[in-house]
């Protein structure tokens, strides 16, 4: 009878095991979702909000202010967020000490020499605002204006379309540019930036996004720890002034080999005429990456959090620069000073200067042409690189 007993207990036993797991709840789906609200006033009295969009894992805040990456947390190897971009926590300081923190940039990121260019024989005269060149798109670039804002959720994430039309003549521009930019969070941890843009003129067009990132989450640090990798072979030599000669030298044997993962500060002082050019590092590098194609250009990582960014594109060069011209002088969010060296840049972009370089790739845009090109920042954790 007592086997009996412990036969009919050690089968209820059993049942109730099994119904357990089968009716286990499984652990749901990081939620995504897209919020709005007031971020302040631009110096014309015009309204500006930011956009949060979130997906469990990462909480990203862009405004329609210059399409700006204020604020950009992910988890570090413990899982604790941290805010990886330089920045503003309002309005007033991205009107009074931009340094294109986290900015949209346009019509043309990066350098001109001389503000000038000649499209189909006829010469035009842009904003110079870096000395005698001009530099992100001139005074008042596309980081400097309200775009229109829209929200959706597509099935890759929660979405933010901007967009603009810059008027001919704007900053010296040619052309009614009609241009749109869309920000899709999605679920694996990845910020993708698709650009869109057409025109009545011919013009010429180079939109890049100018975030400065510090993986440490304290850009009371620098960035000399961090670990770079540029899929590039060859990298774009410049003059005392930053405009590119002309040239597209071989990295090889040279402090801008970065085509293994190298600590940053091991080379950023190098004895080389193109570091002192620099000041340190502020080049492009020709991607080994076929243009058009969405294939990885870049990595960092940072050997403290863990945290592990990938750069993909369809462009053909990246601008690293390392933070050099940051003094101290801009105090941002959490009222740190931001000093040389506190963050980097990954600009993807076609090279400076291009309009007056023939054998660069074009970047000319003509009335029934769609220009497109995407870019992708991919957060996860390493152990190393």
Request: contains cysteine; proline residues 6%.
């Amino acid at each position: 009878m007592k086997k009996l007993i412990i036969i009919l207990l050690a089968g209820i036993l059993s049942c109730q095991n099994n119904s357990s797991e089968q009716t286990e709840t499984p652990k749901p789906m990081p939620t995504s979702s897209i919020s709005q609200k007031p971020f302040g006033t631009t110096t014309d009295s015009i309204a500006v909000d930011l956009y949060t969009l979130t997906n469990g894992d990462t909480e990203i805040g862009i405004t329609n202010y210059g399409g700006v990456i204020t604020a950009w947390r992910v988890p570090d190897a413990d899982g604790n967020l941290g805010d990886v971009v330089l920045g503003y926590d309002n309005m007033e300081g991205y009107r009074s000490k931009p340094s294109y923190f986290g900015a949209l940039v346009g019509r043309y990121g990066n350098r001109i020499a001389k503000g000038e260019f000649t499209l189909d024989g006829e010469t035009y005269s842009l904003a110079t605002n870096n000395g005698a060149n001009h530099l992100h798109g001139g005074i008042k670039g596309f980081d400097k204006v309200v775009w229109q804002a829209d929200t959706a959720t597509s099935s890759d994430g929660p979405q933010l379309v901007l967009r603009y039309t810059s008027p001919d003549g704007e900053e010296g521009y040619p052309g009614n540019l009609e241009t749109q930019v869309t920000y899709t969070l999605q679920a694996d941890n990845t910020l993708r930036i698709d650009y869109e843009a057409t025109t009545d003129e011919p013009t010429i067009i180079n939109l890049t996004n100018h975030s400065y990132f510090n993986l440490s989450g304290d850009p009371s640090t620098t960035i000399l720890d961090h670990r770079l990798m540029i899929d590039a072979d060859r990298y774009v030599p410049v003059t005392e002034e930053l405009i590119p000669t002309g040239e597209l030298a071989p990295v090889n044997g040279s402090p801008f080999d970065f085509t293994e993962s190298t600590v940053i500060g091991n080379r950023i002082d190098a004895d080389h005429s193109q570091i002192k050019n620099g000041l340190g590092y502020d080049h492009c590098w020709v991607l080994n990456g076929a243009e058009d194609e969405l294939t990885r250009a870049a990595t960092v990582f940072e050997p403290t959090s863990k945290r592990f960014l990938e750069v993909f594109t369809t462009e053909p060069g990246i601008q690293f620069y390392s933070g050099n011209f940051l003094d101290g002088t801009a105090v941002g969010k959490e009222g740190i000073s931001y000093k040389k060296r506190s963050a980097l840049c990954l600009e993807t972009e076609h090279f400076p200067d291009s309009p007056n370089q023939p054998d660069f790739p074009s970047v000319v845009l003509r009335p029934g042409e769609t220009y497109r090109t995407t870019t992708a920042y991919k957060f996860s954790v390493k152990e190393d690189a």
